[in-house]
């Protein structure tokens, strides 16, 4: 199995069925866990030194810190309903506690920060939606915490790509930090398809080669991109939503397409 590729667990103690640490993945930044509740669960997690993004990806939750609470979040059964999703933003050096008031599925996004900002409710309608790409290359976006909403380090994104298309195409990169030309995220990609016993295939690859894998990603999957470029294909009958965390030296998305595939654009 490709070391870039993490398949889902059973949940542990925590709920938790995915579990990325900059450690596990041999980079700097990019925390993921996954964490799956049933209804009336509560899990506490501890930010330390990183910032938190926690995603409702679906049902419905209470999620509390140590100054802030949040009631009732979430209003979608499943990431492939038109329906962006609630978040909240906690800093460094704080403590969420999650209860489930429904069966619920939450991300927990991390870079490590400074404490620079406050703990953030960041709601369905703060989310920029948009339709990038034409014809086989069209994918529908919610940007969760790019421009939209500040952070110190991280930039998270859901993608949805309807089955028989491609996304994260052209083949991009942001592996070199050189802006104001290209900038240095490390990204993970958490895969979800329609119906769930499907799969989909996304290349990971440098210019010389040092990586190129293809991976065939399944439901709750990850892929990791450490560097180069990561192009991702949904097959027929099969839809394909990601969630996108980024996180890098400086907090910018600035990316180059491979240059053989950039032709398409023009």
């Known amino acids: 199995m490709s070391h870039l590729h993490s398949r889902p667990s059973s949940p542990d103690d925590q709920g938790r069925i995915q579990h990325i640490t900059p450690a596990s993945a041999n980079w700097r930044y990019v925390g993921f866990d996954v964490v799956l509740l049933k209804a009336g669960d509560t899990q506490t997690f501890d930010t330390a030194g990183n910032e938190v993004c926690a995603v409702v990806v679906c049902g ?3 999620i509390k810190t140590l100054n802030e609470t949040f009631l009732d979040l979430g209003d979608r059964e499943s990431v492939f309903e038109n329906k962006a999703p609630f978040a909240v933003y906690v800093p460094p050096k704080d403590i969420i506690t999650v209860t489930a008031l429904t069966d619920a599925e939450v991300a927990l996004c991390s870079a490590p920060a400074k404490g620079e ?4 409710l960041i709601k369905p309608e703060d989310c920029e939606v948009s339709v990038r790409g034409k014809g086989t290359n069209t994918r529908h976006i919610r940007n ?4 939209n909403v500040m952070a110190e380090k991280l930039l998270i994104t859901e993608v949805i790509t309807p089955n028989g298309h491609w996304s994260s195409y052209p083949p991009h990169k942001h592996d070199t930090d050189s802006l104001p030309s290209e900038s240095a995220l490390e990204e993970t990609y958490y895969h979800k ?3 769930q016993q499907g799969f989909a295939f996304q290349r990971v690859y440098t210019d010389d080669r040092s990586i190129d894998e293809t991976i065939s990603v399944e439901h709750n999957s990850v892929v990791m991109v450490p560097k180069g470029y990561h192009p991702v294909g949904a097959p027929h009958g099969y839809d394909l939503y990601y969630l996108n965390v980024m996180a890098g030296p400086k907090r910018e998305w600035v ?3 491979d240059p053989d595939h950039e032709w398409m654009l023009k």
Do not use: A, C, G
């Open 117 to 120: 900002l406050s703990t953030r």
């Open 60 to 62: 419905r939750v209470e």
């Open 255 to 257: 990316f180059h397409n």
């Open 193 to 195: 398809l329609n119906p």
């Open 144 to 147: 969760i915490m790019m421009n």
